[in-house]
T-cell receptor
C-alpha cells in the first residue's frame, strides 16, 4: 500500500489479557520502529528492526512486551498480561535506510489500546 | 550522546506571531535533522528537514536554523496560524542502518486566534 497500515485502530481489553498489534510497513522499507505514546506525551521508543540485523529491543519496558518481524514485511507487537498502564497509542513507522541523505520515517495512524 | 533535547515542552503563541522550538544534540555523527508534526489522532509526519552542510532551510512559513558548532537546531514558524496547533518533534539520524532515528520529547504548540 501507499502508507503504513496498522491494525486494529482501536482495541479495548481487560486487564490480564494478551493483545497483538499489527503493522504493515511500506513495501521496500527495510527499517521498522514501534513507539508508545501516552495521552499528551512524547514518543517512547520500544523496538527497532533493520533488515536481517538483530533488533534493537532496548526500549521494551518489560518482558511482557515482545515484537516480531517477518523479513522486511509485517511486524506484530505482542503485550502479554496487559496492565492499565499499558493503555496508550502504539505507533509504527517504517523507512528506507539510505547510506546517506534523507532518512524519513513514515508513521501509521496508530493502534489505540485501552486496558480496563 | 544519543539524546536529542527539545524545548520548550509547550508553547502558546498569538495568531500571526513567530513560534520557535529548539533542539540540541551531542553526537556529531548525526547527519540528518528532520522535524515532524503531529495532529491529534494522527501519526507524526515529516514537516521539514535539514542536513548539516547548510545553516538554514526555508519552506513556506517554516524555517530550520542549524548551528553546527553549537550542535543546535531550531524550527521557526512565521505568521503562526491556529491550524499550526500541533505537537512538533525534532529528530536526528545517522547514515546507515545500524542506528535508529532519535526523537526529542516534543513541543505542544497552541496558536491562539
Amino acid at each position: 500500500g501507499a502508507g503504513v497500515s496498522q491494525s486494529p485502530s482501536n482495541k479495548v481489553t481487560e486487564k490480564g489479557k494478551d493483545v497483538e498489534l499489527r503493522c504493515d510497513p511500506i513495501s521496500g522499507h527495510t527499517a521498522l520502529y514501534w513507539y508508545r505514546q501516552r495521552l499528551g506525551q512524547g514518543l517512547e521508543f520500544l523496538i527497532y528492526f533493520q533488515g536481517n540485523s538483530a533488533p534493537d529491543k532496548s526500549g521494551l519496558p518489560s518482558d511482557r512486551f515482545s515484537a516480531e518481524r517477518t523479513g522486511e514485511s509485517v511486524s506484530t507487537l505482542t503485550i502479554q498480561r496487559t496492565q492499565q498502564e499499558d493503555s496508550a497509542v502504539y505507533l509504527c513507522a517504517s523507512s528506507l535506510v539510505p547510506s546517506s541523505g534523507a532518512n524519513v520515517l513514515t508513521f501509521g495512524a496508530g493502534s489505540r489500546l485501552t486496558v480496563l | 550522546q544519543q539524546q536529542v533535547k527539545q524545548s520548550p515542552q509547550s508553547l502558546i503563541v498569538q495568531k500571526g506571531g513567530i513560534s520557535i522550538i529548539n533542539c540540541a544534540y551531542e553526537n556529531t555523527a548525526f547527519d540528518y535533522f528532520p522535524w515532524y508534526q503531529q495532529f491529534p489522532g494522527k501519526g507524526p509526519a515529516l514537516l521539514i528537514a535539514i542536513r548539516p552542510d547548510v545553516s538554514e532551510k526555508k519552506e513556506g512559513r517554516f524555517t530550520i536554523s542549524f548551528n553546527k558548532s553549537a550542535k543546535q537546531f531550531s524550527l521557526h514558524i512565521m505568521d503562526s496560524q491556529p491550524g499550526d496547533s500541533a505537537t512538533y518533534f525534532c529528530a536526528a539520524s545517522k547514515p546507515g542502518g545500524g542506528f535508529k532515528t532519535i526523537f526529542g520529547a516534543g513541543t505542544r504548540l497552541f496558536v491562539k486566534a
